[in-house]
């Protein structure tokens, strides 16, 4: 059972690299075509029946798009400095906290906004982004960055460290960046490349940012923190909630963002208040390869 390095293995930074790197050939050579030319058609605008005026947020303003693609590349380099940065380094740890819990509060409070863009009854996150392009990127980099960074400081809070959860975090955000550049093509899964890339995306999102939190809470369980387990077996319960009201009720706004905000308390818990904390227990080092 291997421990927890101290220094930032340098295979999570070149996994990163290689993740920046496709997505800025993917974005120059693959997606600039789509999105300045074929997003704008009158056929790839109509979405369920509803002509939609921009569903990229770029037409007319094609300028855009080169400031998007070199500011989303930013955006994403910027990950595994939050790896070395809240999961590795022992520096400046109150700034951290603090930096982690503003962009925890801002997540959960722009998602609830987004969520209620629209009538959650009728719209999905997805949806809402046709009309709200930008609004949409934003979603997808808020949501990325306040669960991601949160997550690292959680391990490291706990003297956590898992390779796999690290990993399936890392290509979970990476994921949202398909997802908020490939607008939906409707409420109805289609065999075309733009249903099947935006709904990839999304998925992989979903349960890449749940599988580092599960991996932490089950290995807490494990080592029989009963605390801990209660927030497992609660956390699982909504994930399950959410499959079972989709299979029942369909797709609905308040139902899609269950995960995301049963994931902002679990952190929000564990990284903030002294409830899985116990007094005069001395931390062990749990490791998880």
């Known amino acids: 059972m291997k421990t927890k390095p101290e220094k930032m293995p340098k295979a999570l930074t070149a996994m ?13 050579f693959f997606m600039k075509t789509a999105i300045l030319e ?34 989303s590349c930013g955006l994403l380099a910027l990950f ?6 809240f999961l590795f380094s022992q520096d400046n740890q109150k700034i951290k906290k603090a930096f982690c819990l503003i962009n925890l509060i801002i997540g959960f409070a722009y998602i609830t906004f987004y969520t209620f863009l629209k009538n ?12 709200f392009p ?6 997808g980099i808020w949501a990325s960055l306040s669960v991601f960074t949160n997550t690292m400081y959680m391990y490291n809070k706990y003297g956590y460290y898992s390779r796999l959860g690290i ?16 607008p939906s093509a409707g409420e109805n899964l289609v065999p075309t490349l733009r249903c099947i890339s935006h709904w990839t995306g999304a998925l992989v999102f979903a349960f890449g940012c749940a599988a580092p939190m599960v991996l932490f809470l089950l290995n807490r369980t494990r080592n029989k923190d009963r605390r801990f387990a209660v927030m497992f077996f609660s956390f699982a319960a909504v994930l399950i909630l959410m499959l079972v009201l989709l299979v029942t009720v369909g797709k609905d706004g308040v139902i899609e963002s269950l995960p995301m905000w049963a994931a902002y308390i679990v952190l929000f818990l564990s990284n903030f208040t002294g409830i899985f904390t116990p007094a005069k227990e001395k931390q062990k080092d749990l490791v998880n390869v």
Request: hydrophobic fraction near 55%; charged fraction near 10%; glycine fraction near 6%.
């Open 120 to 131: 959650p009854k009728l719209y999905t996150a997805s949806m809402i982004g046709l009309d």
């Open 167 to 182: 990993v399936c975090g890392s290509i979970g955000c990476a994921a949202i960046f398909i997802t908020i550049n490939v």
């Open 16 to 28: 990163w690299i290689i993740f920046t790197a496709a997505y800025a050939v993917w974005m120059i």
């Open 38 to 71: 074929n997003y704008e058609t009158l056929a790839q605008r109509t979405v369920d029946g509803i002509i939609h005026s921009d569903i990229t947020g770029m037409t007319g303003a094609h300028w855009l798009f080169p400031v998007w693609t070199a500011v």
């Open 134 to 139: 930008w609004c949409f990127r934003l979603w």
């Open 80 to 85: 595994p400095i939050y790896i070395n940065t």
